[in-house]
């Protein structure tokens, strides 16, 4: 089964928001709630910031929300900052043959 | 605080077999709720899941299809910690590989990660 589709890099100021698709398919992210969000700052462990769709662990700042419409998960962070600057993968549960499929990551830039 | 702590060679020759080792702090290989995975990243495959076991009454094990016929993943409950094996490995299996916990079992999140594992697969 395919990586689920995010844009390979985007880019926003400090403060701005900036949201991050994540394409997969009915198999998927669209036939359950257990889609996954991780920031990576190259070096260090990655991070959870969203599961199972929109909800935020504590610790996660509320800059950070996501949703889903169909096969697209959605995540946007808000009042973009320096710190913001990684990695970002989205995940989903794919059913009982697969398991779990990961995007192929999207690179944030905080210019 | 919980804390996965990695383990094992970075340098792995082909055919044989990759072995880490991840110990957990904090918390329990025999967790009733969470599940104890490893997974690996690569720039050609990004992100994958490799597998997980966890502990309901008695253990059970999940494994990806990609890796299913090499892998085995156990825990050894007398350290709490688990490990990963991989057989026969080739230089497609160079990846970081990351050892995480499923808080819940079969809510498919990762919400601890250790710091992850370069192993390069060469001669």
């Known amino acids: 089964q395919s990586a689920l589709t995010q844009p390979a890099s985007v880019s926003g100021s400090p403060g701005q928001s900036i949201t991050i698709s994540c394409t997969g398919t009915s198999s998927d992210v669209g036939n359950y709630d257990l889609v996954s969000w991780y920031q990576h700052h190259p070096g260090k462990a990655p991070k959870l910031i969203i599961y199972e769709v929109s909800k935020r662990p504590s610790g996660v700042s509320s800059r950070f929300s996501a949703s889903k419409s169909g096969n697209t998960a959605s995540l946007t962070i808000s009042g973009l900052q320096a710190e913001d600057e990684a990695d970002y993968y989205c995940?989903?549960?794919?059913?009982?043959?697969?398991?779990?499929?990961f995007g192929g990551g999207t690179k944030l830039t905080v210019l | 605080q919980v804390q996965l702590q990695q383990s094992g060679p970075g340098l792995v020759k082909p055919s044989q077999t990759l072995s880490l080792t991840c110990a957990i702090s904090?918390?329990?290989?025999?967790?009733?709720?969470?599940?104890w995975n490893w997974i690996r990243q690569s720039p050609s495959r990004g992100l994958e899941w490799l597998g997980r076991t966890y502990y309901k009454s008695k253990w059970y094990n999940d494994y990806a299809v990609s890796v299913k016929s090499r892998i085995t993943i156990t825990p050894d409950t007398s350290k709490n910690q688990f490990s990963l094996q991989l057989n026969s490995v080739a230089p497609e299996d160079t990846a970081v590989y990351y050892c995480?916990?499923?808080?819940?079992?079969?809510?498919?999140?990762?919400?601890?990660w250790g710091r992850g594992t370069l192993v390069t697969v060469s001669s």
């Open positions: 995480a916990r499923e808080g819940l079992a079969g809510h498919w999140y990762f919400d601890l």
């Open positions: 904090g918390d329990s290989v025999f967790s009733n709720s969470a599940a």
């Open positions: 995940c989903s549960y794919a059913g009982t043959t697969t398991y779990l499929i």
